[in-house]
């Protein structure tokens, strides 16, 4: 515990942990933009985060790439964030990173924020999900939904992770829907073109056909 505390408790590593969040491989060029450092200073906190096995590294020709090390470190980082004091706002353009994420965003590879917190409650509501402790499980009638909607249950349930956890959103303090089948509705939205990613920080953005879809399939309000 010290020692990922240690890991942790340092600004510029906190920061590209929170940048990693979005899931995807990024250089160490790009994470030190994100944490305005160095490229070479983000080298050396990367070095120390992939010993932590927190981040692992890819490398491909001369370039290497970044990424957290699973789910389960995404959940930990999220519920650290839960449990913490808003950041604090200094600027218009961090004001405006902040709402936006606070909107809608990837919780490393599924949605979170105020949407995604919709979505899981309106799924709720319907009757496709029913809360479990620390999870949420699919009921017949969600069988026949997401069928319909597109989603291959069964396929999901095959990949060796967690399928429909619950996951503590830091912004909204409820749970949205994580897992393997959170990921299934996020990458079907990018399918849909219901949403699209914000340069740069893992925020979301919903398009015009979002709005109109998750109004129709989903009863929500963008």
């Given amino acids: 515990m010290v020692e990922i505390a240690s890991l942790l408790g340092e600004t510029s590593r906190a920061t590209i942990l929170a940048s990693l969040l979005d899931g995807r491989f990024h250089?160490?060029?790009e994470l030190a933009l994100m944490a305005a450092i160095t490229p070479q200073t983000a080298s050396f906190h990367l070095s120390k985060l992939v010993e932590g096995n927190l981040?692992?590294?890819?490398?491909?020709?001369?370039?290497?790439y970044y990424q957290l090390a699973n789910g389960e470190i995404a959940h930990i980082l999220e519920s650290f964030l839960a449990i913490s004091p808003p950041p604090e706002v200094r600027s218009l353009k961090?004001?405006?990173?902040?709402?936006?994420?606070?909107?809608?965003r990837t919780c490393y590879d599924h949605l979170a924020g105020k949407l995604g917190v919709q979505l899981t409650e309106s799924m709720l509501k319907a009757g496709y999900l029913k809360k479990e402790e620390r999870e949420f499980?699919?009921?017949?009638?969600?069988?026949?939904?997401?069928?319909?909607?597109?989603?291959?249950?069964?396929?999901?349930?095959?990949?060796?992770?967690?399928?429909?956890?619950?996951?503590?959103?830091?912004?909204?303090?409820?749970?949205?829907?994580?897992?393997?089948l959170g990921n299934g509705l996020l990458t079907h939205f990018f399918d849909l073109g219901w949403i699209v990613r914000v340069p740069s920080i893992r925020a979301v953005k919903v398009t015009p056909k979002g709005k109109e879809g998750f109004k129709e399939v989903f009863c929500i309000e963008v």
């Fill in 94 to 104: 961090q004001s405006s990173q902040v709402k936006m994420l606070q909107e809608a």
């Fill in 55 to 64: 981040v692992i590294v890819e490398k491909h020709g001369r370039h290497r």
């Fill in 137 to 180: 499980t699919v009921t017949p009638k969600g069988d026949h939904f997401f069928s319909e909607f597109g989603i291959d249950l069964l396929d999901l349930r095959r990949k060796r992770r967690s399928f429909s956890h619950s996951c503590l959103d830091w912004s909204e303090r409820h749970h949205h829907l994580g897992g393997a």
């Fill in 27 to 29: 250089t160490a060029g």
